[in-house]
């Protein structure tokens, strides 16, 4: 049982706005807001100088467990959610094995329950040989399917086997848009090339919307419920900012393809910059801040993929693309909130309201009476250094390595209890398997 926790003249904020209140915990809910006397709590948290904010969700992770384990595992992936103020995560299914059958999805909710530290649930992966499985399993936040280049078994590029999926059943999709085609065309013309800057052109802008682009017309052609992840592309932004009303389609992006910008960042991070869809140059970053600003992108994701120095430091063509993330996009958008970029109600409503929306995750992502009390606490004045070897993710590393930002966590709640605080995870704390309302 969870101890009755009393936050003290916290900032409450919302997308709606902030508003200065006691918030009193109990039993792993939030029982009462308003002007609450301390004899109702065991511990009390003063917070008249914090802000405190529902715990972000993060939609699109890869924690490496099964098969990939000595990259990251549930445990650490979980503990640096922790850390970045993220209390609840959705993993993607390409683990070794694929998680893309009913037993393997039961044995990565089986193994999560006993490492994380935060709240979860994982994908479902589509192949071509799946279709029984994918309306079949339980409580999933949705279907992935990789249009473009993936490894092992998850590849679904032909427009035959995509029509199937979207035809059939009503669940969520999430599809990694890249056109397999194209993507094979440009590797053969830079397939001798040792320069990382030639990742964003194996990669181009024309394979995410091409394979964007037929998802949608999918998803306008069945009233399929459609999520875009990560996307990278202007031209994308503007064909999304006219189709979107036509199918109920949502769309993320990642921090990383609006703050760093080719050539400059495959130059300075070399391989540590490369991930899939690639980070392409400056015009198309500012218009996918534009896009998350004027609503056509919805909410925030990290991809968090991490590899090994020893993985990285492999030449152009074998290194592998992925960087971590999940630890700290939350003090990213604070700092860009800092700098007047955007308000700290957005950033709520990216990363904490609107991912609960869009998944219909029940009961979370508000600081409302009977809401989880998975919460975050910030300190907007903190200013600390993002720093290779200081960091939770196993890795330990960061593309933004040196970062000095203002805005940082400094204790996350998860169902009710204390699980970071003043740098520190509890790891007795275990998070639940996040309810999916179909």
Same mark, same amino acid.
């Given at each position: 049982?969870?101890?009755?926790?009393?936050?003290? !003249?916290?900032?409450?904020?919302?997308?709606?706005?902030?508003?200065?209140?006691?918030?009193?915990?109990?039993?792993?809910?939030?029982?009462?807001?308003?002007?609450?006397?301390?004899?109702? @709590?065991?511990?009390?948290?003063?917070?008249?100088?914090?802000?405190?904010?529902?715990? @972000?969700?993060? +939609?699109?992770?890869?924690?490496?467990? =099964?098969?990939?384990?000595?990259?990251?595992?549930?445990?650490?992936?979980?503990? %640096?959610?922790?850390?970045?103020?993220?209390?609840?995560?959705?993993?993607? +299914?390409?683990?070794? +094995?694929?998680?893309?059958?009913?037993?393997?999805?039961?044995?990565?909710?089986?193994?999560?329950?006993?490492?994380?530290?935060?709240?979860?649930?994982?994908?479902?992966?589509?192949?071509?040989? !799946?279709?029984?499985?994918?309306?079949?399993?339980?409580?999933?936040?949705?279907?992935?399917?990789?249009?473009?280049?993936?490894?092992?078994?998850?590849?679904?590029?032909?427009? #035959?086997?995509?029509?199937?999926?979207?035809?059939?059943?009503?669940?969520?999709?999430?599809?990694?848009?890249?056109?397999?085609?194209?993507?094979?065309?440009?590797?053969?013309?830079?397939?001798?090339?040792?320069?990382?800057?030639?990742?964003?052109?194996?990669?181009?802008?024309?394979?995410?919307?091409?394979?964007?682009?037929?998802?949608?017309?999918?998803?306008? #052609?069945?009233?399929?419920?459609?999520?875009?992840?990560?996307?990278?592309?202007?031209?994308?932004?503007?064909?999304?900012?006219?189709?979107?009303?036509?199918?109920?389609?949502?769309?993320?992006?990642?921090?990383?393809?609006?703050?760093?910008?080719?050539?400059?960042?495959?130059?300075?991070?070399?391989?540590?910059?490369?991930? !899939?869809? =690639?980070?392409?140059?400056?015009?198309?970053?500012? %218009?996918?801040?534009?896009?998350?600003?004027?609503?056509?992108?919805?909410?925030?994701?990290?991809?968090?993929?991490?590899?090994?120095?020893?993985?990285?430091?492999?030449?152009?063509?074998?290194? +592998?693309?992925?960087?971590?993330?999940?630890?700290?996009?939350?003090?990213?958008?604070?700092?860009?909130?800092?700098?007047?970029?955007?308000?700290?109600?957005?950033?709520?409503?990216?990363?904490?309201?609107?991912?609960?929306?869009?998944?219909?995750?029940?009961?979370?992502?508000?600081?409302?009476?009977?809401?989880?009390?998975?919460?975050?606490?910030?300190?907007? %004045?903190?200013?600390?250094?993002?720093?290779?070897?200081?960091?939770?993710? #196993?890795?330990?590393?960061?593309?933004?390595?040196?970062?000095?930002?203002?805005?940082?966590?400094?204790?996350?709640?998860?169902?009710?209890?204390?699980?970071?605080?003043?740098?520190?995870?509890?790891?007795?704390?275990?998070?639940?398997?996040?309810?999916?309302?179909?």
């Amino acid at each position: 049982m969870s101890p009755s926790i009393l936050i003290k !003249n916290a900032r409450c904020v919302s997308s709606q706005g902030t508003v200065k209140q006691d918030v009193l915990i109990e039993n792993g809910k939030i029982s009462k807001l308003g002007q609450i006397d301390d004899k109702h @709590a065991e511990k009390i948290i003063d917070a008249t100088h914090l802000y405190l904010l529902p715990g @972000a969700l993060d +939609p699109q992770v890869h924690f490496r467990d =099964p098969g990939l384990t000595w990259k990251e595992d549930l445990r650490t992936g979980s503990m %640096a959610a922790a850390a970045g103020g993220v209390t609840g995560f959705f993993d993607m +299914p390409n683990t070794k +094995p694929s998680t893309i059958t009913v037993e393997a999805m039961i044995e990565r909710k089986r193994v999560a329950a006993e490492k994380c530290v935060v709240n979860y649930n994982f994908f479902i992966g589509a192949t071509n040989t !799946n279709l029984d499985v994918l309306s079949g399993v339980e409580n999933v936040p949705g279907i992935k399917i990789f249009m473009g280049s993936s490894t092992g078994d998850l590849l679904v590029s032909d427009t #035959k086997d995509l029509d199937e999926i979207f035809g059939n059943g009503s669940r969520l999709i999430a599809v990694h848009a890249e056109d397999d085609d194209i993507i094979n065309a440009a590797a053969e013309i830079y397939k001798n090339s040792t320069d990382f800057n030639h990742h964003q052109f194996v990669r181009p802008p024309d394979a995410a919307l091409k394979a964007t682009t037929l998802a949608v017309e999918l998803s306008i #052609k069945y009233q399929r419920r459609l999520h875009i992840l990560h996307l990278t592309t202007l031209d994308e932004v503007r064909y999304l900012a006219i189709q979107k009303s036509k199918a109920p389609i949502s769309v993320e992006v990642c921090p990383q393809h609006f703050l760093l910008s080719a050539p400059y960042i495959y130059e300075k991070l070399g391989a540590y910059a490369q991930m !899939n869809p =690639p980070l392409r140059d400056m015009e198309h970053g500012e %218009a996918l801040w534009k896009g998350l600003v004027d609503g056509t992108i919805d909410c925030i994701a990290t991809d968090h993929a991490p590899h090994t120095h020893e993985e990285k430091a492999k030449p152009f063509g074998s290194a +592998p693309s992925g960087m971590p993330g999940v630890e700290t996009s939350l003090p990213l958008m604070l700092d860009r909130a800092n700098r007047g970029l955007c308000k700290l109600e957005d950033v709520v409503k990216w990363m904490c309201e609107k991912p609960i929306e869009l998944y219909k995750v029940k009961n979370k992502g508000q600081i409302l009476p009977g809401y989880d009390a998975d919460l975050v606490l910030v300190d907007m %004045a903190k200013q600390k250094t993002i720093e290779n070897g200081k960091l939770m993710t #196993k890795v330990n590393w960061s593309p933004y390595n040196g970062w000095k930002t203002t805005g940082w966590p400094v204790t996350t709640i998860v169902n009710g209890n204390i699980v970071f605080q003043d740098g520190e995870i509890d790891e007795s704390i275990k998070g639940t398997e996040i309810q999916i309302d179909h």
